[in-house]
């Protein structure tokens, strides 16, 4: 998995690309994270567009995102959710716990709102 950071109006926007698999994976997203936390940034969206797999450690590692985000007084959003990960978060039922959107650009929208 890649991992790419930029930053858009209010948001920062993690970009993961290739297999989402957890383990080492996981200690570099929640780095990314608490850094961001440390600089006052707590809108966060990962963009799963170019995301070609994910098992249940990625999902695990999602589920830890928004916990820390919460924690904070942050938020964590998805976007780019392709039909594979919709499903998977559809079966998990966790569909209910992630706001999840089209693209990044209504993401951060959402925030503007």
Do not use: C, P, W
Request: net charge neutral; aromatic share 6%.
């Amino acid at each position: 998995m890649k991992i790419k950071l930029t930053e858009r109006y209010e948001a920062v926007v993690i970009e993961l690309k290739g297999n989402v698999m957890g383990g080492d994976d996981t200690k570099d997203f929640n780095e990314l994270l608490h850094k961001s936390i440390d600089e006052g940034k707590k809108h966060i969206i990962v963009d799963l567009t170019e995301v070609k797999f994910m098992n249940s450690s990625g999902i695990g590692m999602l589920i830890g995102g928004l916990t820390t985000m919460k924690k904070s007084e942050g938020s964590l959003k998805l976007a780019g959710v392709t039909e594979k990960i919709q499903s998977l978060l559809v079966i998990t039922k966790l569909i209910t716990i992630f706001e999840t959107y089209n693209n990044v650009d209504e993401a951060v929208a959402s925030y503007t709102k």
